[in-house]
């Protein structure tokens, strides 16, 4: 079933986002290489999309066996562990389109 995964960044995290990013990116490609991440990205500050200002949180979208999955999935995240994420929301998702 697909989950959304939905982060919110504590303010000024940059600088821990930039140097959690590797082992971040290697645990999405890991689901990407399994068929399983349907789509993954950060929220930029700025509406225009510019990252100079830094991000405000991310969104993955992906498929997992249950609820709990999705949550312990999110909880092994380098972002949280690096303090970069305040919050995780992670729901169930119903593709439409």
């Known amino acids: 079933m697909l989950f959304s995964l939905v982060s919110q960044d504590n303010e000024n995290s940059t600088e821990r986002r930039m140097s959690a990013r590797p082992a971040h990116l290697e645990r999405l490609q890991a689901l990407s290489d399994a068929g399983r991440l ?5 929220s930029p500050i700025n509406p225009n999309g510019d990252t100079d200002q830094g991000f405000s949180g991310s969104v993955v979208i992906a498929d997992f066996a249950s609820l709990e999955d999705a949550k312990t999935w999110a909880d092994g ?18 593709r439409v389109f």
């Open 38 to 42: 349907v789509v993954a990205g950060p």
């Open 77 to 94: 995240d380098p972002y949280v562990s690096a303090g970069v994420y305040a919050s995780v929301s992670v729901k169930p998702f119903k």
